[in-house]
């Protein structure tokens, strides 16, 4: 009986060793829909084509305070979580990815989340979009942006396991977030030298 006893008890704890929190990465209103801007204002859904924008879901241990967002460089104190979505034509404007488990995230815990998005031509995986980012090799083409900072409790806890907590609620992301058309670093260049030129104008005066 000991050792029947003994081998569930290894069992269940490699299961647990093994088990993964789950969220559902998806938009479920029009409250929390994805936009973009051109740079001149223009702003739009995501959705124009299916497949042209992707999503990557960041985490951060929970601490019960208050965490900042990402930051352009570095881009080190978030943790890719593994979870990709792209937008869909079925959803117009917001996230489709469905329900996804997230490796080391315990089920039933509490994780901070933070949503990036992309425009497909910088990659179609964060780590690509990632380093264009950090090394500020963006174009005018180049859409990129990030949710507000949320935290939600994963899905997965319990016997049978429970069903995926959604990141889009009012503890999670609280809503959209836009897609920012980034200048050609020839364009930066400019408007630096023109503000150069400005300053060196107002001195000989």
């Not at 001149?40 to 929970?62: F, K, P, R």
């Not at 780590?127 to 942006?145: K, M, P, V, Y």
């Amino acid at each position: 009986m000991k050792k029947i006893l003994t081998i569930l008890a290894i069992a269940t704890s490699v299961t647990l060793g093994y088990s993964q929190g789950t969220v559902n990465f998806t938009t479920i209103a029009s409250s929390y829909l994805v936009s973009t801007n051109d740079g001149v204002g223009d702003v739009g859904g995501t959705a124009t084509a299916a497949g042209s924008y992707y999503y990557a879901l960041l985490t951060q241990t929970y601490t019960g305070a208050a965490s900042s967002t990402i930051n352009a460089n570095p881009l080190t104190t978030w943790t890719f979580s593994g979870a990709m979505a792209t937008n869909s034509t079925l959803r117009a404007g917001g996230i489709n990815g469905g329900s996804q488990a997230i490796a080391g995230w315990t089920p039933g815990s509490t994780a901070y989340v933070e949503i990036v998005g992309w425009s497909a031509d910088m990659g179609t995986t964060w780590a690509a979009a990632e380093a264009l980012i950090s090394a500020g090799n963006l174009t005018a083409a180049d859409f990129w942006g990030h949710s507000v900072v949320g935290y939600v409790v994963s899905g997965g806890a319990g016997t049978p396991p429970g069903p995926a907590n959604t990141l889009f609620t009012a503890n999670g992301i609280s809503g959209g977030f836009q897609l920012t058309n980034v200048p050609e670093p020839t364009t930066i260049a400019l408007i630096g030298l023109g503000g150069l030129g400005l300053a060196m104008i107002r001195r000989r005066k």
